[in-house]
């Protein structure tokens, strides 16, 4: 079969340039002699203006910043490749979906929302979910999130929704932290953001990698077959190694450590050939069942339970390369949701409309022309031909007299598809109505689905969600604002408000100030309804829940373990801690009290990879203490000790075999160990392999959150 899955390396080498091996230059193509030093008017003189080699290297830097993007400006890319698994072509005609085992080349965009491009990775926010399919007949984008819903229905709330949760505008604070008042006073007026609070607060919010994180294209978007049917469709992404968070605490600790940990963790494993990878699912709803739920299929505040649709899996995706370049290709890749193949086509939801006008504009400001299409890591490898000309940057060099249609200089060339031929052509839906400007009564239930989703939750992840909002409007300062997120958290659950008004010293309001629904003022007579609570067909649903997904994984490829050494250290139970995790794709870390090397119970050595300095217990999955003679060293210091504690309160496995034990023991969470605590895990006897077992089947569980405190009751 053809395949196309090296088709879009090959049109970027087009673009490469490698200085190995030879001269430096100007941008002109001349030698330089002297890169060191500018042309002087004498040795002690003053430089002269004549120096064009100095002008040309410091106007390039001067210009080398552009705009980062208004939203999700810090984000993570990769390069690999979409593989069909289960063609639906009685769907859709889109070629890309079309025939078992065929391969599009993709560049995928992780990316945080509210932050800049040098904030932190591990914000509590959404992820942004961005894959670009470069694909036989055009770029396919599918512009999505980590999350399956949005905060708001319509895109004139966009802005206002971005001014609220970004720095605010006097004093340029909080950096990527939706913890303050703009944020909250504008959600607190919004009632139809409730549901995505709910996600918002889990712990999807804090992925433990990008690697580790489900996306979502959010809107319901069309399929469309040869025959010109379509359904309705949700797009979902699984993650092969299942859906992960790390703890409140720890994704703040982490931020100070390493702020790059999301970043690196995604360059790491694809360096290491762990590379990451997710199924694409699709779920089809007829277009005769459009007004079958009790949500509105056009409102992207509600998801489509998957017990009431299940998701089927059409492919998978897989990241293999890095780029060479972040600015070429992670900075600069534009994506945009209206880049469509045939076969694939928007539904009309008010938000999805607003987003197609959006991100052609902002990619005009942000890479300041209309030929963004040309920069490399956004061409097409379809061949492009039309009538567009010139503007700044076109690299394109079009021949002949004619840049119109119809023309007959030209020949009429280029010449438009027909549909047979691979035209794109809109869904003709039928359309009848009156112009209106507001918003339809199916729109108006605002909390049934919030309360489906904490309904879903665990008491783990509920008590999660309760400890994220006592953080986020614990950081409110207006009183006002508080009480009425209060209000309003107590319709979706008056347990849940309840125990955030306990964290906040405050009450639930007994009867709480009803904002206008979509914030809108009460003169608006089409906007002026009021928020309703639906009752949902399914009480709850698992595929909600992280810590009960029934995709979730427990294999620990690609985790890390902490191995706390000392001198003295047991090769023994070292080495076979290492090598039962490499057999599992994991990597234990040998973390000493200094770098270099360690002297072994075996008079060898083996090499330190980190210092207690360079290193912390958030920075890894769990924590290993081998047998070791002088492990006295490890009990009496503090930076272990403190590496210990973090683990614990993360809930992280702990193991330690023969003297290692000592170190647990010492700690000062020792005595709250419990006896059903299957995450401390101790043994006499060394390097056996019922304890690596033991140790790896514990991993696989992720956290032992029950051994947090005031659990959700
Ligand atoms: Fe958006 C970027 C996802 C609503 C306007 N959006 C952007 C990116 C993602 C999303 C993943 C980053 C793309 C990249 O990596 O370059 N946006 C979403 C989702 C939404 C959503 C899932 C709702 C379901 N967005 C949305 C609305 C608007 C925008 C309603 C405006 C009306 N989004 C933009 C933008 C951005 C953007 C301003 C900034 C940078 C860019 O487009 O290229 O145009």
New binding site residues.
């Given amino acids: 079969m053809e395949n196309f899955q090296d088709e879009k390396q090959r049109d970027l080498s087009k673009n490469k340039s490698d200085g190995t091996n030879k001269f430096l230059t100007t941008d002109q193509g001349l030698k330089i002699n002297d890169d060191n030093n500018t042309l002087k008017a004498g040795e002690r003189g003053p430089s002269l203006l004549e120096d064009f080699i100095l002008r040309e290297k410091i106007t390039h830097f001067d210009h080398e910043r552009i705009p980062e993007?208004?939203?999700?400006a810090r984000?993570s890319g990769a390069h690999g490749f979409f593989e069909v698994t289960n063609p639906i072509p009685e769907l859709t005609k889109a070629g890309f979906l079309q025939t078992k085992g065929l391969k599009t080349p993709v560049f995928a965009?992780i990316?945080t929302v509210a932050g800049s491009r040098g904030s932190t990775d591990l914000a509590r926010d959404v992820r942004?979910?961005?894959v670009k399919f470069y694909t036989q007949e055009g770029n396919y984008d599918l512009?999505?999130?980590n999350m399956p819903v949005?905060f708001?229905q319509d895109?004139s709330k966009?802005p206002d929704l971005v001014h609220a949760v970004k720095p605010e505008p006097h004093n340029e604070m909080p950096q990527a932290a939706s913890a303050h008042d703009t944020f909250w006073d504008f959600i607190s007026l919004m009632p139809e953001s409730m549901h995505m609070i709910m996600w918002i607060m889990s712990d999807r919010a804090i992925p433990r990698s990008l690697r580790m994180m489900e996306g979502f294209g959010?809107?319901t978007f069309r399929l469309i077959n040869e025959a010109d049917e379509s359904v309705f469709v949700k797009f979902h992404w699984k993650p092969k190694l299942g859906t992960h968070a790390v703890a409140w605490d720890e994704a703040q600790k982490i931020s100070g450590k390493n702020s790059d940990f999301h970043r690196q963790d995604l360059w790491d494993a694809i360096e290491t050939g762990n590379f990451p990878e997710w199924e694409l699912g699709v779920q089809i709803i007829p277009t005769a069942d459009e007004h079958k739920y009790e949500f509105d299929l056009l409102d992207?505040t509600k998801l489509v339970p998957e017990e009431l649709v299940p998701v089927t899996i059409v492919g998978r995706m897989v990241l293999n390369k890095n780029p060479d370049n972040f600015f070429a290709e992670t900075e600069q890749?534009?994506?945009?949701p209206g880049h469509l193949v045939p076969g694939i086509d928007f539904s009309n939801d008010p938000?999805?409309q607003?987003?197609l006008?959006?991100?052609t504009?902002?990619?005009l400001s942000?890479l300041g022309s209309p030929n963004f299409h040309e920069i490399p890591i956004n061409r097409s490898i379809a061949p492009t031909h039309n009538n567009q000309r010139d503007g700044h940057m076109r690299q394109e060099i079009n021949t002949g007299r004619v840049s119109y249609h119809p023309n007959s200089l030209g020949g009429g060339c280029p010449y438009q598809a027909k549909i047979s031929e691979g035209g794109f052509s809109s869904f003709s839906e039928r359309i009848d109505s009156h112009k209106i400007r507001g918003r339809s009564e199916s729109f108006n239930d605002h909390f049934g689905q919030a309360k489906l989703f904490f309904n879903s939750q665990t008491d783990i992840e509920k008590s999660h969600i309760v400890k994220a909002l006592q953080f986020e409007l614990g950081k409110v300062e207006t009183t006002a604002i508080r009480v009425r997120m209060l209000g309003l958290l107590a319709q979706v659950d008056n347990k849940l408000a309840e125990k955030v008004a306990v964290g906040l010293g405050s009450t639930v309001p007994a009867s709480p100030e009803k904002p206008m629904n979509h914030g809108v003022s009460p003169e608006n007579e089409m906007g002026n309804q009021e928020s309703t609570t639906v009752k949902q067909s399914i009480a709850t649903s698992d595929a909600l829940t992280m810590l009960k997904n029934p995709t979730n994984s427990k294999r620990i490829a690609s985790r890390k373990v902490a191995i706390l050494c000392s001198a003295g250290v047991s090769e023994d139970s070292v080495n076979s801690m290492k090598n039962a995790l490499l057999k599992e794709d994991a990597k234990g870390f040998i973390i000493a009290p200094h770098l270099g090397s360690l002297k072994t119970d075996k008079d060898g050595a083996i090499p330190v990879d980190f210092s207690l300095l360079t290193s912390a217990s958030v920075l890894f999955d769990s924590v290993y203490i081998p047998h070791g003679q002088d492990i006295k060293v490890l009990a009496e210091n503090d930076d272990v000790q403190e590496f210990l504690n973090d683990a614990y309160k993360h809930c992280k496995v702990i193991a330690a075999d023969g003297e290692g034990q000592k170190v647990i023991k010492a700690a000062a969470f020792a005595s709250k160990i419990s006896k059903n605590d299957k995450g401390i895990i101790m043994s006499d006897i060394q390097s056996s392999d019922d304890f690596t077992k033991e140790f790896i089947t514990a991993m696989g569980k992720h956290r032992f959150w029950e051994r947090e405190e005031n659990l959700y009751k």
Avoid: E
């Fill in positions: 993007r208004i939203v999700h984000g965009r990316s942004g979910f961005s512009v999505g999130n949005f708001i895109a966009f959010v809107h992207p890749i534009a994506f945009h938000l999805l607003g987003r006008f959006s991100y504009d902002t990619q942000r």
